[in-house]
């Protein structure tokens, strides 16, 4: 007890001084972000020792019967009912028998309890909904998605009285009531702490009683599903300046439901977010009351409203925009690796070309890894976890990623996905990516601040404690549980060094790994690279203090290897859950060898870029001693996983099930079709090379074919034209007006051309 005391006194002592005046101020919209949600597999990454055993005990995902029937059966109807192009360019809506049928079958109630006449599913079950609907169409699955991520329902679910549930689930359910939430405005948008929509505590009448309540203005703009709908959810600013609530005259963030036939509130004309006719617009609020059992949780939750949201965040956006984006990876690869075989130039299919084979294999890469860790989030979030680090990761690196494979896609597709009309599958998908990156966190703004600016503090064993005994008022009982815990945080400090460096300087050969049969390897260098990271983590936070905050460009890139790490053990965790399919694993070694380059180069930046040079030197000793190692998937590997997309197998199913094929006439359709009878005529054409026949009627007459086997490749050459060509439009179409005929004084050449 003594050697403790005169440790306190003489070690501690200045140190917790010293800490206190580099530790920056924390708002409470920090604070009640850092205290929403959980932390699950993310903190475990940053011991810098993972428990590999508690990853792969988790329970992978898993439908129910109930659950298994809705896909085959609503959600397949809805799909079929779908028609992308007239819904966006058209109708400029979905048509309103897919507004009934959506209704009708509880979509909007996916997540809402049984008891309230929801449905009751799990986020696994939520997630492959819109994960189909997504390959259909993004209007369709952004209308289903938004009720059932941050909205009313999980705010009312989470933290409403029980007679607002009574009340407000059942009709929520049903599609009686159509949700939206109001929470970006033109003056706050990332900064949502800097809102000015304020609402003010008074009396007023409501139905013509005098009661306690809210009068509000505001002004929102992006709202999804806003200007249909009959509740808005709104966030605001509350300030109680009579004392009607309590002593305290400024309350902060609060959440309200409003209806949108309350007496001020004006719905605003549509957005068109990235030509996606999903209903957005703006609102407004003009001298508002409604009475106080309007905020959702009555008033007891008055100013709690961020934490409400953060914590609703913490679940809804780690499924709706990771399942769209895991989408839009399957469907590229399925559609390119088939367009790339039908398709040829020179005389060989495209995807015989290796500049097309090193685009087909990130695409296969991608659409693995995304549904892996798609997957493993559901699991976690079913488990009853609500990890809203992770929730960030997913919203960031899979719509990252999903911009990644819609750009190979439209390279590999050239021409073909440049022309809008019906027959294009690909331009509307590539065409919304700008939406998933810029909504529920803006990804630049959550990869520069959030992942690990919040990772950090939540995850780490020690930092969360270390800054909370900071900041009690009592010097000394802050003292006292400072020292308490960094002296633990040190000596896990101590233990990292030497853990990631033997772990570097044996290649890995030394870190734990589980039986893991062809991939144990790879668990070995991700426990050296989550070693090399929780001690790059340390030393970053030692040495920067509270101005780590400000070098954004470290803590992105810090974040991406958290990012990274996740990403990877969810692509282990795939291949164990899925049974260790060895056709597999061409796509597991080149997820594990794309990823593994890229935090080689994220650790090398962060060490050229610390600001404290001798840290650096230390960190290059113990986590890169022979300099990073860049080389990325072998040609040969991405050869391997480029041919799954070329030809049908298990493994290509595996990595495309679920997705929407489209309807008879379709887009979609004529390329599934021209891929299986391409397939089908290879043989055939195949014997007529080795003949050196090329036209398939002397090869009839020589009787190098039969007419059955001619049939086969005329019908594959008509199917392969069909999905070849594309689009186009009369002025009459264009305009919706006849045109004038040409004038030769204004436009000779047009006369000229048609003469």
Not at 195 to 210: A, S, T, Y
Request: net charge negative; proline share 5%.
């Amino acid at each position: 007890m003594a050697l403790r005391s005169l440790r306190r006194r003489l070690l501690t002592r200045p140190i917790f001084d010293w800490a206190r005046g580099v530790l920056p101020a924390m708002s409470a919209t920090e604070r009640e972000a850092l205290e929403a949600g959980d932390t699950w597999w993310d903190a475990d990454l940053f011991t810098g020792n993972p428990d590999w055993s508690r990853l792969l005990a988790t329970a992978p995902a898993r439908l129910t019967d109930e659950e298994k029937a809705f896909l085959d059966g609503p959600v397949r109807e809805l799909c079929d009912m779908l028609d992308d192009w007239r819904i966006n360019w058209e109708w400029r809506d979905l048509p309103p028998e897919v507004w009934a049928f959506i209704k009708a079958q509880r979509f909007f109630g996916m997540i809402i309890p049984k008891q309230y006449g929801g449905l009751g599913f799990s986020a696994f079950a939520h997630s492959e909904v819109v994960r189909t609907i997504s390959t259909r169409s993004v209007v369709a699955a952004v209308t289903v998605m938004v009720p059932n991520s941050l909205g009313p329902g999980e705010l009312l679910m989470q933290f409403g009285t029980d007679a607002q549930r009574d009340y407000w689930l059942p009709r929520l359910a049903s599609g009686e009531e159509i949700p939206c939430f109001g929470l970006t405005s033109p003056e706050a948008g990332s900064d949502a702490a800097s809102m000015i929509d304020r609402g003010v505590v008074c009396r007023g009448l409501h139905q013509g009683q005098e009661v306690l309540g809210i009068r509000l203005n505001w002004h929102k703009r992006y709202i999804t599903l806003g200007p249909v709908a009959s509740v808005l959810g709104l966030a605001f600013n509350l300030d109680d300046p009579d004392g009607l609530l309590g002593d305290v005259p400024e309350l902060g963030i609060t959440v309200a439901l409003v209806p949108t036939d309350t007496p001020g509130v004006e719905i605003g004309r549509r957005h068109i977010p990235s030509g996606q006719m999903f209903q957005n617009g703006p609102n407004w609020g003009r001298d508002v009351f409604i009475p106080m059992d309007h905020v959702i949780g009555g008033a007891e939750q008055a100013g709690k409203g961020w934490k409400m949201l953060m914590s609703a965040l913490a679940a809804g956006r780690g499924i709706s925009l990771p399942s769209l984006s895991a989408a839009g990876a399957a469907f590229s690869a399925h559609t390119s690796g088939a367009y790339a075989r039908v398709r040829q130039q020179f005389g060989i299919p495209i995807g015989q070309f290796e500049g097309i084979q090193e685009r087909l294999a990130r695409l296969a890469g991608n659409a693995y890894l995304l549904d892996g860790a798609r997957r493993m989030t559901c699991a976690a979030l079913d488990a009853g976890h609500k990890p809203s680090v992770i929730s960030g990761i997913m919203k960031l690196h899979a719509t990252e990623r999903m911009r990644v494979s819609a750009n190979d896609a439209m390279d590999i597709h050239a021409g073909k996905a440049v022309i809008d009309g019906p027959l294009n599958y690909l331009g509307n998908f590539y065409k919304a990516v700008p939406v998933g990156i810029t909504v529920e966190g803006a990804n630049i703004l959550t990869r520069s601040l959030i992942v690990f600016g919040q990772g950090a503090i939540r995850c780490h064993p020690y930092l969360l404690d270390e800054m909370a005994a900071l900041q009690v008022e009592d010097g000394d009982a802050g003292l006292d549980a400072f020292d308490k815990v960094f002296w633990k945080h040190l000596g896990h400090s101590t233990a990292t060094f030497f853990r990631a460096l033997g772990r570097a300087w044996t290649g890995g050969a030394s870190s734990p790994a589980p039986d893991a049969g062809a991939v144990s390897h790879h668990y070995k260098q991700l426990g050296r690279y989550a070693a090399g990271f929780a001690l790059t983590a340390d030393l970053a936070l030692m040495t920067l203090g509270g101005a780590l905050k400000r070098r954004e460009m470290l803590s992105a890139r810090l974040g991406d290897i958290l990012a990274e790490l996740y990403l990877l053990s969810a692509c282990l965790k795939r291949w164990e859950d899925e049974g260790r399919n060895e056709a597999d694993l061409p796509l597991v070694d080149y997820c594990m060898a794309s990823g593994a380059t890229t935090i080689e180069t994220l650790f090398a930046d962060v060490f050229a870029n610390l600001p404290n040079r001798p840290a650096a030197a230390l960190l290059k000793v113990a986590v890169q001693p022979f300099g990073p190692a860049r080389h990325g998937p072998s040609d040969a590997l991405a050869r391997r996983c480029a041919d799954l997309l070329l030809a049908p197998s298990e493994a290509r199913e595996r990595l495309v099930a679920g997705l929407h094929h489209g309807r008879e006439g379709d887009g979609l359709a004529l390329l599934d079709r021209a891929f299986a009878l391409t397939l089908e005529a290879e043989p055939v054409l195949a014997g007529m090379r080795r003949a050196k026949l090329r036209d398939l009627d002397q090869a009839l007459a020589q009787g190098a074919i039969t007419q059955q086997e001619a049939d086969l490749v005329t019908a594959m050459n008509e199917a392969v034209a069909a999905v070849v060509a594309v689009d186009d439009f009369s002025a009459e179409e264009l305009t919706g007006r006849v045109p004038e005929a040409p004038d030769e004084r204004q436009a000779p050449w047009r006369t000229a051309a048609a003469r």
